[in-house]
């Protein structure tokens, strides 16, 4: 039984990784082509075509610029706003759907979201 518990945990632990890294890809092919974290909005449409849906806002993110400094305030900081979008693309019920992140019209991320419809 001693023998046993430490196998089962080992397997435990593999199975739960292999979950967690299946989600999230740096690569993925579509009919035009393969894409890749890096690429444009211009070269995934091109080799993708138009997303089955889309969405698009800003991110606020806090800059601090040590270098400029008031003493009565301390180091000033600034929000930038950065254009954010994400393109799901459906490629039917027997490939999983693939979601992209762009960041500045540049592809930061890509995520499985499950088989297709």
């Given at each position: 039984?001693?023998?046993?518990?430490?196998?089962?945990?080992?397997?435990?632990?593999?199975?739960?990784?292999?979950?967690?890294?299946?989600?999230?890809a740096?690569?993925?092919?579509?009919?035009?082509?393969?894409?890749?974290?890096?690429?444009?909005?211009?070269?995934?449409?091109?080799?993708?075509?138009?997303?089955?849906?889309?969405?698009?806002?800003?991110?606020?993110?806090?800059?601090?610029?040590?270098?400029?400094?008031?003493?009565?305030?301390?180091?000033?900081?600034?929000?930038?706003?950065?254009?954010m979008?994400?393109?799901?693309?459906?490629?039917?019920?027997?490939?999983?759907?693939?979601?992209?992140?762009?960041?500045?019209?540049?592809?930061?991320n890509?995520?499985?979201a499950?088989?297709?419809?």
């Amino acid at each position: 039984m001693k023998t046993v518990i430490p196998w089962l945990l080992f397997l435990l632990i593999a199975f739960f990784l292999s979950l967690c890294s299946c989600s999230r890809a740096d690569a993925f092919s579509c009919p035009g082509g393969f894409i890749s974290v890096g690429a444009s909005m211009e070269e995934v449409l091109s080799k993708c075509g138009q997303p089955a849906a889309s969405e698009s806002w800003e991110e606020a993110r806090a800059i601090s610029a040590p270098i400029v400094f008031d003493s009565r305030y301390g180091p000033f900081s600034y929000v930038v706003y950065i254009p954010m979008e994400t393109w799901l693309y459906n490629f039917g019920p027997n490939r999983f759907m693939q979601t992209l992140t762009f960041e500045r019209r540049k592809l930061v991320n890509i995520e499985s979201a499950g088989y297709g419809y």
